[in-house]
């Protein structure tokens, strides 16, 4: 069973940081991209960073370039999303998702996704 399970949400103040995690299992980790995709509440669906399998390739929304970092431990099955510099545009449910590749994530066209994690950035 293909299974993503993302930790690291809470509640932080504008400026701060949090280090999110998404512990993957029941498929070949290497093989696919792990991206983050963010949901507030009332808006629209975002895709805020993508790290590819094959080569370690990373990808950023225009809103968090610079302030975040994608990375990934293949041998821990994990990938990271290191956010710093948070303000309140930055509260959502935050989800890593699955695919082959990144352009897949990012057109949430993703073989799974996990339960989510809420960020919430108090100003």
């Known amino acids: 069973e293909v299974q993503l399970v993302e930790s690291g949400g809470g509640l932080v103040q504008a400026g701060g940081s949090l280090r999110l995690s998404c512990v993957a299992s029941?498929?070949?980790?290497?093989?696919?991209?792990i991206g983050w995709l963010r949901q507030a509440p009332g808006k629209e669906r975002e895709g805020v960073s993508c790290?590819?399998?094959?080569?370690?390739?990373?990808y950023y929304g225009n809103s968090v370039q610079g302030r975040f970092t994608i990375s990934r431990d293949n041998a821990k099955n994990s990938v990271y999303l290191q956010m710093n510099s948070l303000n309140s545009e930055d509260t959502a449910v935050y989800y890593c998702a699955a695919a082959r590749k990144c352009w897949r994530v990012w057109g949430y066209d993703y073989e799974s996704r996990g339960q989510g994690t809420q960020v919430t950035v108090s100003s």
């Open positions: 029941g498929f070949t980790f290497d093989d696919y991209a």
């Open positions: 790290i590819e399998g094959s080569d370690g390739s990373t």
